[in-house]
């Protein structure tokens, strides 16, 4: 996730497991729309909570309720109004970007000859 300079939530960027961080995001469909994202602080959206089978920590739904409520406020009021709500940013890495055209030409050239 990408944070806005007041802590709120900016964007959330999309890349590969080996990307720790993201300069650039792209529209998935429509890649001539970006937004650069270098100058801003960035947090892991995902956390791993299993490990071998076993749960790697533990949390009661009062704890998960708190800080679904505290991430919420984090998020800012013209994303959350419910007349003309800002679309939030979700964008992805100029890798992963390439690596999903890459996977669709190759099932175009492989399903389809090539069409397009």
Not at 10 to 17: H, N, P
Not at 48 to 65: D, I, K, P, Y
């Amino acid at each position: 996730r990408v944070l806005s300079r007041d802590g709120s939530f900016y964007a959330a960027a999309v890349g590969l497991a080996e990307e720790q961080h993201v300069d650039l995001i792209f529209h998935p469909f429509f890649p001539e729309n970006r937004s650069l994202v270098t100058r801003k602080e960035a947090e892991p959206i995902l956390h791993q909570v299993m490990e071998n089978g076993e749960q790697r920590f533990r949390t009661t739904a009062s704890e998960a309720a708190r800080h679904a409520r505290e991430r919420l406020a984090r998020l800012s009021p013209e994303h959350k109004r419910f007349e003309n709500p800002h679309v939030y940013k979700v964008g992805i890495s100029k890798k992963l970007m390439n690596l999903r055209s890459q996977l669709v030409d190759e099932f175009h050239n492989t399903f389809l000859g090539g069409a397009k």
